[in-house]
Protein backbone atom coordinates (compact mmCIF):
# COMPACT_ATOMS: atom_id res chain seq x y z
CA UNK A 1 0.00 0.00 0.00
CA UNK A 2 3.10 2.61 0.60
CA UNK A 3 4.29 2.11 -2.80
CA UNK A 4 1.14 1.93 -4.26
CA UNK A 5 0.81 5.66 -2.51
CA UNK A 6 4.04 6.48 -3.40
CA UNK A 7 3.75 5.42 -6.78
CA UNK A 8 0.64 7.79 -7.12
CA UNK A 9 1.84 11.17 -5.03
CA UNK A 10 5.60 11.11 -6.54
CA UNK A 11 6.14 12.31 -10.32
CA UNK A 12 9.66 10.28 -9.98
CA UNK A 13 7.49 6.90 -9.29
CA UNK A 14 5.56 4.75 -11.68
CA UNK A 15 3.04 2.15 -11.31
CA UNK A 16 3.49 -1.00 -12.50
CA UNK A 17 2.28 -1.04 -15.77
CA UNK A 18 3.96 -4.08 -17.63
CA UNK A 19 1.97 -7.01 -17.97
CA UNK A 20 2.14 -9.92 -19.78
CA UNK A 21 0.12 -10.62 -23.50
CA UNK A 22 -3.50 -12.04 -22.36
CA UNK A 23 -6.52 -12.91 -24.35
CA UNK A 24 -8.56 -10.49 -22.34
CA UNK A 25 -6.52 -7.67 -23.36
CA UNK A 26 -7.29 -9.04 -26.72
CA UNK A 27 -10.91 -9.41 -27.02
CA UNK A 28 -10.92 -5.83 -25.14
CA UNK A 29 -9.18 -4.09 -28.06
CA UNK A 30 -10.71 -5.95 -31.09
CA UNK A 31 -14.12 -4.76 -29.72
CA UNK A 32 -13.08 -1.57 -31.52
CA UNK A 33 -11.88 -3.52 -34.85
CA UNK A 34 -15.29 -5.60 -35.20
CA UNK A 35 -16.99 -1.51 -35.20
CA UNK A 36 -15.30 -1.65 -38.88
CA UNK A 37 -15.21 -5.17 -39.69
CA UNK A 38 -16.65 -4.82 -43.55
CA UNK A 39 -14.07 -2.30 -44.10
CA UNK A 40 -11.26 -4.77 -42.79
CA UNK A 41 -13.07 -7.87 -44.61
CA UNK A 42 -12.93 -5.25 -47.94
CA UNK A 43 -9.38 -5.02 -47.25
CA UNK A 44 -8.81 -8.53 -46.73
CA UNK A 45 -10.37 -9.23 -50.43
CA UNK A 46 -8.08 -6.44 -51.64
CA UNK A 47 -4.93 -7.64 -50.52
CA UNK A 48 -6.32 -11.53 -51.84
CA UNK A 49 -6.78 -10.50 -54.83
CA UNK A 50 -3.76 -8.86 -54.99
CA UNK A 51 -1.46 -11.30 -54.31
CA UNK A 52 -3.11 -14.05 -56.64
CA UNK A 53 -2.97 -11.12 -59.71
CA UNK A 54 0.84 -10.77 -58.10
CA UNK A 55 1.45 -14.16 -58.80
CA UNK A 56 0.98 -14.23 -62.17
CA UNK A 57 3.69 -12.65 -63.13
CA UNK A 58 6.06 -15.52 -62.33
CA UNK A 59 3.91 -17.86 -64.82
CA UNK A 60 4.11 -14.71 -67.43
CA UNK A 61 7.66 -14.82 -67.31
CA UNK A 62 7.89 -18.62 -67.34
CA UNK A 63 5.90 -18.66 -70.46
CA UNK A 64 7.97 -16.16 -71.97
CA UNK A 65 11.28 -17.66 -71.29
CA UNK A 66 10.27 -21.80 -72.09
CA UNK A 67 7.54 -20.56 -75.07
CA UNK A 68 7.69 -17.01 -76.72
CA UNK A 69 11.87 -16.55 -76.56
CA UNK A 70 12.60 -20.11 -77.85
CA UNK A 71 10.22 -19.69 -80.82
CA UNK A 72 10.84 -16.28 -81.15
CA UNK A 73 7.11 -15.50 -81.06
CA UNK A 74 7.40 -11.71 -80.42
CA UNK A 75 3.62 -11.18 -80.48
CA UNK A 76 3.39 -13.52 -77.66
CA UNK A 77 6.09 -12.07 -75.84
CA UNK A 78 4.47 -8.73 -76.65
CA UNK A 79 1.46 -9.74 -75.34
CA UNK A 80 2.81 -11.77 -72.18
CA UNK A 81 4.86 -8.16 -71.07
CA UNK A 82 1.16 -6.44 -71.33
CA UNK A 83 -0.08 -8.96 -69.20
CA UNK A 84 2.76 -8.41 -67.10
CA UNK A 85 2.52 -4.50 -66.49
CA UNK A 86 -1.30 -5.24 -66.05
CA UNK A 87 -0.53 -7.74 -63.45
CA UNK A 88 1.99 -5.42 -61.53
CA UNK A 89 -0.56 -2.29 -61.99
CA UNK A 90 -3.31 -4.21 -60.28
CA UNK A 91 -1.38 -5.40 -57.70
CA UNK A 92 0.57 -2.29 -56.60
CA UNK A 93 -3.31 -0.07 -56.92
CA UNK A 94 -5.08 -3.16 -54.57
CA UNK A 95 -2.57 -2.92 -52.42
CA UNK A 96 -2.38 0.68 -52.19
CA UNK A 97 -5.86 0.85 -51.67
CA UNK A 98 -5.82 -1.57 -49.03
CA UNK A 99 -2.93 0.15 -46.93
CA UNK A 100 -5.59 3.27 -47.05
CA UNK A 101 -8.19 1.71 -45.81
CA UNK A 102 -6.39 0.30 -42.92
CA UNK A 103 -4.47 3.47 -42.20
CA UNK A 104 -8.18 4.40 -41.96
CA UNK A 105 -9.39 2.41 -39.86
CA UNK A 106 -6.78 2.34 -37.18
CA UNK A 107 -6.78 6.24 -37.20
CA UNK A 108 -10.96 5.40 -36.25
CA UNK A 109 -10.23 3.32 -33.75
CA UNK A 110 -8.02 5.68 -32.09
CA UNK A 111 -10.43 8.01 -32.12
CA UNK A 112 -13.00 5.61 -30.38
CA UNK A 113 -10.22 4.90 -28.08
CA UNK A 114 -9.82 8.79 -27.30
CA UNK A 115 -12.94 9.64 -27.07
CA UNK A 116 -14.09 6.60 -24.43
CA UNK A 117 -11.09 7.34 -22.12
CA UNK A 118 -12.25 11.17 -22.04
CA UNK A 119 -15.66 9.80 -21.33
CA UNK A 120 -14.33 7.44 -18.61
CA UNK A 121 -11.78 10.26 -17.65
CA UNK A 122 -14.83 12.89 -16.88
CA UNK A 123 -16.29 10.13 -14.68
CA UNK A 124 -13.62 9.92 -12.49
CA UNK A 125 -13.79 11.56 -9.08
CA UNK A 126 -11.23 14.48 -8.23
CA UNK A 127 -9.91 12.17 -6.34
CA UNK A 128 -8.05 10.38 -8.97
CA UNK A 129 -6.27 13.67 -10.12
CA UNK A 130 -5.18 15.07 -6.89
CA UNK A 131 -3.62 11.59 -6.11
CA UNK A 132 -1.38 11.58 -9.29
CA UNK A 133 1.11 14.07 -11.40
CA UNK A 134 -0.58 15.68 -14.08
CA UNK A 135 1.76 14.24 -16.55
CA UNK A 136 1.07 11.00 -15.68
CA UNK A 137 -2.46 10.99 -16.97
CA UNK A 138 -1.44 12.47 -20.15
CA UNK A 139 0.97 10.25 -20.92
CA UNK A 140 -1.60 7.30 -20.36
CA UNK A 141 -3.95 9.61 -22.63
CA UNK A 142 -1.61 10.25 -25.30
CA UNK A 143 1.43 7.89 -25.54
CA UNK A 144 0.03 4.43 -24.64
CA UNK A 145 -3.16 5.19 -26.56
CA UNK A 146 -0.71 5.93 -29.76
CA UNK A 147 0.89 2.51 -29.05
CA UNK A 148 -2.49 0.65 -29.21
CA UNK A 149 -3.28 2.53 -32.56
CA UNK A 150 0.28 1.27 -33.94
CA UNK A 151 -0.52 -2.41 -32.57
CA UNK A 152 -3.50 -2.48 -34.32
CA UNK A 153 -3.12 -0.88 -37.51
CA UNK A 154 0.78 -2.08 -37.88
CA UNK A 155 0.52 -5.06 -36.07
CA UNK A 156 -2.85 -7.05 -35.55
CA UNK A 157 -4.08 -6.11 -38.85
CA UNK A 158 -1.35 -6.55 -40.97
CA UNK A 159 -0.44 -9.21 -39.42
CA UNK A 160 -3.72 -10.95 -40.48
CA UNK A 161 -2.77 -9.73 -43.97
CA UNK A 162 0.29 -10.94 -44.11
CA UNK A 163 -0.30 -14.39 -43.15
CA UNK A 164 -3.18 -14.21 -46.02
CA UNK A 165 -0.41 -13.70 -48.43
CA UNK A 166 2.01 -16.47 -46.96
CA UNK A 167 -0.89 -18.96 -47.85
CA UNK A 168 -1.66 -17.66 -51.04
CA UNK A 169 2.20 -17.66 -52.13
CA UNK A 170 2.51 -21.19 -50.52
CA UNK A 171 -0.12 -22.86 -52.64
CA UNK A 172 1.27 -20.96 -55.38
CA UNK A 173 4.49 -22.49 -55.32
CA UNK A 174 3.36 -25.75 -54.50
CA UNK A 175 1.16 -25.56 -57.91
CA UNK A 176 4.57 -24.51 -59.88
CA UNK A 177 7.21 -27.37 -58.52
CA UNK A 178 6.37 -29.22 -55.35
CA UNK A 179 9.60 -30.18 -54.61
CA UNK A 180 11.45 -26.86 -54.79
CA UNK A 181 7.94 -25.68 -52.77
CA UNK A 182 9.36 -28.31 -49.63
CA UNK A 183 12.78 -27.43 -49.80
CA UNK A 184 11.99 -23.38 -49.40
CA UNK A 185 9.12 -24.51 -47.12
CA UNK A 186 11.48 -26.82 -45.02
CA UNK A 187 13.35 -23.63 -43.84
CA UNK A 188 10.46 -21.79 -42.22
CA UNK A 189 10.66 -24.06 -38.43
CA UNK A 190 14.78 -22.85 -38.68
CA UNK A 191 13.47 -18.97 -38.98
CA UNK A 192 10.94 -19.04 -36.73
CA UNK A 193 12.91 -20.80 -33.98
CA UNK A 194 15.55 -17.87 -34.21
CA UNK A 195 13.11 -15.44 -34.28
CA UNK A 196 11.99 -16.32 -30.98
CA UNK A 197 15.26 -17.29 -29.58
CA UNK A 198 16.83 -13.58 -30.48
CA UNK A 199 13.24 -11.78 -29.28
CA UNK A 200 13.61 -12.04 -25.52
CA UNK A 201 17.26 -10.58 -26.25
CA UNK A 202 15.63 -7.64 -28.47
Do not use: C
Not at 75 to 94: E, H, M, R, S
Not at 163 to 182: C, E, K, P
Amino acid sequence: KEAMTLARNRFDVDEELESPFNFDNLKKVMVYVVRYKWSMIFALLLSAVGSVVGLTGPLLVQRALDVAIPEKNVPYLVQLALLLTLTIIVNIGFNTIRMVIVAKVGQNIIHDIRKDLFDHLQALPFAYYDNRPHGKILVRVVHYVNNVSDALSNGILNFIIEIINIIFIIVFMFQVNVLLAAVTVAGLPVVAGFTLLIKPRQ
